[in-house]
């Protein structure tokens, strides 16, 4: 039976939720159910904790994030296999997603080494003559971030430790399926000694504490990873508080006609259906040239079928199962769909609890809802195209999320294409799946690409202040 973490207090609930395995589908542990009572007691404690963390210097907080990491990199299996256990992924992409939390703690440590206040000239303006002023960067406050069950210790990473680099107290909403990986690392967060008051982590139902977070009125920046329904309903409660939302994306590939069917297939294969398809940037459409479809459909399906099913925590398994029964029905029921629509199956097409069987499809209309939304499982869409015209139709007909991987010997079709497509990111040569985090990430509610390395991820969970002198009399 796992606690919360609230202000460094261990505190449970009248109310319990099993966490379970995705694989057996027995309970791995048991979370309490936190309430709107709970995020008012993680509110009042964050409060003091923020005082605390302003107090910090910045190198007492790159020395607590420097720990973290290291802690990390200590319980590195332990942790990789409660990820596993709780989010049914491969026990080799466990491992690489708590490397990357690592070094994500690594990166905001290095970044308080760096400046912070920016000078302002008020003597450029005609009145400002004998003036002097600066930009300085100040803690927000109390920020409060909710997670996705697919990447859970990654994205707590990415949230927490820009926040503390800042100086904020932050709160922590895992999401329902995955919380046990993000509560360990709260206990870590408090041994490299985070404030205990500037770290709450919350479980419960997403409905319930997510809107109470975003409707209180003393947390100053809300973010937020998740489906699309749900980030957009956020806002509503957030009043005029900071909100950032990383909502669905779709991966897509281009194969042109000078790409090599067998190596583009190879990627695919990996990316296509690495997490069970359950990643924001797995490749979900594949656009290839009516001169190598048909040799990059064969080499695919070779690859698809020597995927094996079954426990993740065995090195063998190369198809992980689906994080739970509701996802698995809602992929039948779009693939399924797709097909009564006229969509053709060369592979899958069908559920194997707690699996869904790798599918690629072919001919899918566009009006489905699996042509036009993140499917978030093991289903690759082929379409064939024959112009540049005809493909960029294509592919600026989506109102979601780009991620584009173009495979050309081309370097200026290359080029074209990239320069028009209408995309979150493009990738010529290499795969949407590139784990650039936290370099680049999708602010789906601006429906742009932001740049930004770790001290732009901090300066975002900062405010600015201006310091001015006037004309001091001394000569």
Known sequence: MQKMLIGGHLVGADEWLEVLNPYTREPVDHVARGGANHVDQAVALARHGAEKMRELSLSQRAAILK?????????????????????????????????????????????????????????????????????AREPMGVVASILAFNLPLAQAAQKTAPAIAAGNAIILKPSTEAPLTVLRLGLLLYRAGTPPEALSILTGRGEELGHALAAHPLIQTLTFTGSREVGLSLPVHAGAKRIEMELDTVGGLVASETADPEHVAEVIACCGFMMAGQSS????????????FDALRDALLQRVAGLRCGDPMEEGTTLPPLIHPHALERVERWVQEAIQHGARTLAGAKAQPPFYLPTVLTETPTQTTLYNEAVFGPVVLLHVYKSPAELLQQLNRFSIGLRLAIYTRDIAE??????????????????PSLPIDPIIRGDMQEHHMCFEDMLQRIDRLSQAKYIGFGRMALF
Request: proline share 3%.
């Open 414 to 431: 290359a080029f074209e294409l990239a320069r028009h497509v209408r995309a979150l990111s493009v990738h010529v040569n290499d795969s």
């Open 67 to 135: 720990h973290v990491a290291e802690l990390i990199r200590q319980e590195r299996q332990s942790l990789a296999t409660l990820l596993t256990l709780e989010t049914g992924k491969l026990i080799g992409e466990s491992r690489v997603e708590v490397e990357r939390a690592a070094m994500v703690f690594e990166l905001a440590a290095e970044a308080c080494h760096h400046p912070r206040a920016t000078q302002f000239p008020p003597e450029s303006f005609t009145d400002g003559a004998s003036r002097f002023g600066f930009w």
């Open 281 to 292: 940037t797995s490749i979900q459409h594949v656009w290839a040239h009516a001169r190598i």
